[in-house]
């Protein structure tokens, strides 16, 4: 690229790279974190995101009212995700927290935690070195507008944001048979989930505050705090019910995590049509292209605008055609190249159909520039 030249042309190579390595969500990621921080010095503050921080890394707000399978589906994706798991439980045990004491005096005198404070709690514990290199979940929190807002003043911004659900009834029986193993934390259920190990039988104990009376209190201040949190986030919910086996509530769960989030990064689709003859590629080609404002790239017609355009490669072109032979690969990977590689494929996006036809086609698109996204 010349920088000399007026108006500046921006090779579509470039634009391939950047959204392969994914460097608009990097540097909207830096840039953010820039703002929201304000570091006394930014240089070392960049580095230092470069060095640990992952923009591809889970950050999950697992929420949901009480008994919905909150603490089961957020271990199994910890598990599954190898990420750690930020619970209430979690933050007010720590030993690593310059907080404890404060908390602990709240904790005596039997009052509620301040928003703040849990805020708090909860930066801290994502400044460490797990959470900014493979990611988190935070199960049951915020629970209200006023944290959620105190956790986007501080630049704490899920990912993904899932809220489980089920009818008041569902969950006020379900609660009743919860059960918690006193070593490991994990939650089981004398109905649904009840373990085979009977050493594991042993240990399970009623947790407080599972009658009837007691969640549907808690069950009442959830859905007085509910509207807030849906203001807070918005469209970037992703609700799931609850009322079903909690193994199927975790992969629906662990399906939409894993899908990346949409992003303001510029993005043109890069379309690759396949089946065997008959199957109707052409017309789906022309159908996506004219829903989506796409390039529609047909071999067979490319090759014959070639063959008859007065060009060298056209007149090299037209007796393969004329005869019904093959045209050879390295031609025709040449004529795809020169014209998906061209500013208007790059802007619109394009449909490629009728190639590749065999392996051997497909391993020489990428020596071509040919890079299909879907």
Sequence with gaps: MDATKRPLYIPPQMGLYAEKHRLFDMMQDLLGN??????????????????????????????????????????WLSKQLIIPRISRESLLTNEWSALSSEVQGYRERKQNIPKDLWAQLIEERMKLDDCLCSGWILEGLPDSRELARCLQVRGII??????????????????????????????????????TDENIRWRLKAPRGISEKE???????????FPGIVQSFGKSMKL???????????????????????????????????????????????????????????????????????????????PYLDGAWPVPDKIVIKLLSKRINRLDCYIRGWVLHGFPKDEDQARRMPGAGIYPNR
């Design 34 to 75: 820039l703002l929201i921080h304000q570091p006394e010095n930014p240089l070392d503050f960049l580095i230092r995101q470069l060095k640990f921080s992952n923009c591809d890394a889970p950050r999950i707000f697992l929420l949901g009212p009480p008994a919905s399978g909150k603490t089961t589906i957020a271990m």
């Design 158 to 195: 899920p990912r993904h944001v899932v809220v489980l659900y089920a009818p008041d009834i569902v969950l006020i029986e379900r609660n009743l048979g919860k059960r918690v193993d006193e070593i490991t934390g994990e939650v089981y259920h004398t109905t649904f989930d009840w373990p």
């Design 215 to 225: 969640t549907a209190q808690r069950l009442l201040e959830y859905h007085r705090n």
């Design 240 to 318: 799931i019910n609850a009322d079903q086996l909690c193994a199927d509530a975790f992969w629906q769960v662990l399906s939409h995590v894993r899908q990346p989030p949409q992003t303001p990064a510029p993005f043109s689709p890069r379309i690759l049509l396949c089946g065997p003859p008959g199957s109707g590629k052409s017309l789906q080609a022309a159908l996506l292209a004219q829903k989506y404002g796409l390039i529609n790239v047909s071999c067979a017609q490319m090759l014959k605008e070639a063959a008859t355009s007065d060009t060298r490669l056209g007149k090299f072109i037209k």
